[in-house]
């Protein structure tokens, strides 16, 4: 196979990867919380296809993971009184589940019925000292700017508001968490503030996530009809030198 056909399919092979990110993107536009995604891409550089030790590596293009954009989404009103969101980039609200500590811009959050607060998933919501319990028969819960909890004029606790010092620590767990894929301790973040009866939107930008969607698709289509015209010209060549013999 021709140098040009593997270089091709492998930026064929990022083009596919790119395009499945940012089809999620589009999907997620409406998702609380979400943090729009983009394909990091590198160069490696590897033999040739022949052996020609005059010529210098061939560069093939290389999938080096997935970069997220954790900036502000908007903030909406939504009137329920369990509805947080976080103003400030960086910061996430603590949470914890079966499998350990989790980390969420989501704040769309419920009671269980011991009356524990907890993520749509059932994910125990983390205050300064543990698990967070709200007594119903205590009237609606009042939450100040610094993640404060009260009912009926009464301190309850105090939502865990927590940074890292590198975002790149986190890895996407689904169900709009984010576990600690380090050593790292995180941090409590102060300098932020917490939004009763709202929540974050999704960061995603639709109309340019479906103009990348549409240059993925034409640079997949150039590539490949570069790979075509390598083809056929590696046949018709091979076809001439038959005549010639």
Same mark, same amino acid.
């Given at each position: 196979?021709?140098?040009? !056909?593997?270089?091709?399919?492998?930026?064929?092979? !990022?083009?596919?990867?790119?395009?499945?990110?940012?089809?999620?993107?589009?999907?997620?536009? /409406?998702?609380?919380? *979400?943090?729009?995604?983009?394909?990091?891409?590198?160069?490696?550089?590897?033999?040739?296809?022949?052996?020609?030790?005059?010529?210098?590596?061939?560069?093939?293009?290389?999938?080096?993971?997935?970069?997220?954009?954790?900036?502000?989404?908007?903030?909406?009103?939504?009137?329920?009184?369990?509805?947080?969101?976080?103003?400030?980039?960086?910061?996430? *609200?603590?949470?914890?589940?079966? @499998?350990?500590?989790?980390?969420?811009?989501?704040?769309?959050?419920?009671?269980?019925?011991?009356?524990?607060?907890? !993520?749509?998933?059932?994910?125990?919501?983390?205050? /300064?000292?543990? /698990?967070?319990?709200?007594?119903?028969?205590?009237?609606?819960?009042?939450?100040?700017?610094?993640?404060?909890?009260?009912?009926?004029?009464?301190?309850?606790?105090?939502?865990?508001?927590?940074?890292?010092?590198?975002?790149?620590?986190?890895?996407?767990?689904?169900?709009?968490?984010?576990?600690? @894929?380090?050593?790292?301790?995180?941090?409590?973040?102060?300098?932020?503030?917490?939004?009763?009866?709202?929540?974050?939107?999704?960061?995603?930008?639709?109309?340019?996530?479906?103009?990348?969607?549409?240059?993925?698709?034409?640079?997949?289509?150039?590539?490949?009809?570069?790979?075509?015209?390598?083809? /056929?010209?590696?046949?018709?060549?091979?076809?001439?030198?038959?005549?010639?013999?």
């Amino acid at each position: 196979m021709e140098n040009a !056909t593997y270089v091709g399919l492998s930026r064929q092979m !990022t083009l596919r990867r790119e395009l499945d990110i940012v089809a999620n993107n589009i999907a997620n536009a /409406d998702t609380t919380g *979400f943090k729009v995604e983009q394909l990091l891409l590198g160069e490696e550089i590897g033999e040739r296809a022949r052996n020609a030790f005059v010529r210098p590596g061939v560069s093939f293009v290389m999938d080096q993971g997935v970069g997220r954009d954790f900036g502000q989404g908007a903030l909406k009103q939504t009137g329920r009184t369990l509805d947080f969101a976080i103003e400030g980039e960086g910061a996430f *609200f603590a949470v914890k589940d079966g @499998a350990g500590d989790a980390y969420t811009r989501d704040g769309a959050f419920t009671l269980d019925p011991e009356g524990r607060l907890t !993520t749509q998933g059932g994910a125990a919501v983390q205050g /300064d000292g543990g /698990d967070i319990i709200l007594d119903p028969a205590l009237g609606q819960a009042a939450v100040a700017a610094d993640g404060t909890i009260s009912q009926n004029g009464e301190l309850v606790g105090r939502l865990s508001v927590v940074r890292f010092d590198t975002l790149a620590v986190l890895e996407k767990s689904g169900d709009g968490l984010y576990r600690n @894929a380090s050593n790292a301790a995180p941090q409590a973040a102060n300098d932020v503030q917490v939004r009763q009866a709202m929540l974050e939107g999704s960061n995603v930008n639709p109309i340019l996530e479906i103009t990348n969607l549409i240059e993925i698709q034409r640079a997949y289509e150039s590539v490949t009809r570069m790979i075509e015209n390598t083809t /056929d010209l590696s046949r018709r060549a091979v076809e001439r030198l038959g005549r010639a013999a």
